[in-house]
């Protein structure tokens, strides 16, 4: 390990020291006690709920069965938080109560009866004692937005014990989040636990203080992570739809009360708005670089109906450092950045200059995604450089991944510098060079990568480049680079020659991958992000023995 290494790694161990002795120290000794106190005696406004409900899942979970993430667990007439839970993304989805939306569109006295029993549970395993999954505070911002949205459902003929249990634990909640807030994980579970708190402002009563310094520490958080192109800080395009599904009923609770609106709140709206339509393939579906795992069509909508920014989208995104190339039909979309901060790379990926391709409604050439519901370790593989459509070299992502359990799965080192030009060749061409420093420490060459659309949007033209930066012109040494293209699965391949592979749409759509340089060899390949779970798909990879081979210029060419 270099000294440069030791020294970086040193540092990250000692900040992580800091910060977790700091969480200590202002969080205190936490008990149950010390966030005692009154009541509400009634709840002003049940906030509205934008994120789909399915009728399927609540029928299954009046039935006494949990389908979330991924897993079914059957009760047999027990409350689930008495059984062992099948995952601890299953546990963060039952704790956080967003299932709650599903009993919606059940019988309502199954419904109410139903929330009522599983609520009331909760109260007496978990609302007693601060501590676990539970109590994290995501979980629980995510369980204050649930319970306020669908307090109708759960508070339904109740009677005035459990309504006094209800308000009592709702506040109780309120008052540990507000104290935990400003030690909360950076990113977007901070930021919902500003929107939760918000919410709980207007939506229970309270003073105008209270309200005022709500919406403070909410804007102060929305200027800080929602950038000035519209994208989240995190970079990961998923993240602004999950919290645009927030902020919208937020906004229409403050609307509908007469309240004074943070500041920041509709600004920050109208910038998501034109950064989803950046990502949005003209299918429908999100593209899926740095976490971002698959975007069901009405969940998109949800959000989508509410936009008056409207038009194209823009051809960057130059806060959160994403690029996209488009000509008629065909749509690139290209990572051209790095992490803003080591707080925010835990779930970044070393995707540094991958690309997705599309066409109509079609995706050809996709990165592997994130799995929603699987264990660290695929999570963790599909972070590598290897699960996206970019070139790797001597087996080696671009940035490194911390394995350490202390530090977590923070981006220890790899790409720091990413250089990026934009060009016209011709008349109506859209193209982009980017260079990225993610193998210079170690194998001491830069990465570049060439990508240009032809004016008929029928022809992608491609040149992957390693080289030395003191001498671009000499051999970059021994080594081997594999360009890696994931294709969508449901896009069927056909081998026309080692040189050439067709790329056939389900509505008959043909592209060819052209290599002239070298093979175009296909091989087995997982897709982690499609809605049925991690599915079978295959792959096209470019090999470049560097040593004779620095070099290659690739074509995607439209025959149908």
Known sequence: MQLSDRQRLLYLYLREGWRRFSRRLAVGRISALRFSGGAPDRLVVAPTDLHPADSFAGEEIVGGRFPLAGRVLECDG?????????SEEFAVRLHSFGWLRHLRLVDPEKAAHTARFIVDDWLHSHGRVIGG???????????????????????????YPFYRRFLKSLAFQVRYLRHVADTTRDGEPRLRVRIALAMASIAMPASGSRMRRAARHLNEE????????????????????????????????????????????????????????????????????????????????????????GGAPFKAL????????????????????RPKSVDLSATAAAGTLSIEMSSGRNRFIVNSGRPRFAGEALRQMSRTTAAHSVATLNDSSSSRISTS????????????????????????????????????????????????????????????????????????????AVVRFHIHPTIQLYRASDNETRLVAPDGEVWALICLDVPVEEEEDVFFADPSGIRASRQLSLTMPLAALPEVQWSLVRQR
């Open 78 to 86: 027990e409350s689930p938080f008495a059984l062992e839970l099948p």
């Open 133 to 159: 999954l539970a109590w994290r505070p995501d979980v629980a911002a995510q369980r204050i937005i649930a319970w306020l949205s669908h307090s109708p459902v759960v508070l339904k003929d109740a009677d």
């Open 222 to 309: 929305l200027d800080r992570q929602i950038l000035p192109d519209g994208g989240h800080c995190s970079r990961n395009p998923r993240a602004a739809l999950d919290l645009l599904l927030d902020l919208l009923p937020l906004r229409q609770t403050y609307v509908n009360l007469g309240h004074d609106m943070p500041a920041q709140l509709i600004p920050s709206i109208d910038r998501i708005y034109p950064a989803l339509r950046f990502f949005r393939h003209q299918g429908g579906e999100l593209a899926l670089f740095n976490g971002a795992t698959y975007t069901l069509a009405n969940e998109l909508m949800s959000a989508l109906r509410y936009d008056e920014t």
């Open 318 to 337: 130059p806060s959160i450092n994403y690029d996209r190339l488009a000509v008629k039909d065909t749509v690139v979309l290209m990572d051209t950045g």
């Open 405 to 480: 359990r202390f530090l977590g799965p923070i981006v220890i080192g790899g790409v720091s510098k990413v250089e990026v030009a934009r060009t016209e060749r011709e008349s109506g061409a859209d193209g982009i060079t980017a260079t990225h420093d993610g193998y210079l420490e170690r194998f001491g060459l830069l990465y570049e990568r060439d990508i240009l659309i032809a004016s008929s949007g029928r022809e992608i033209r491609g040149r992957e480049r390693f080289f030395k930066p003191a001498d671009p012109s000499a051999p970059p040494g021994a080594g081997t």
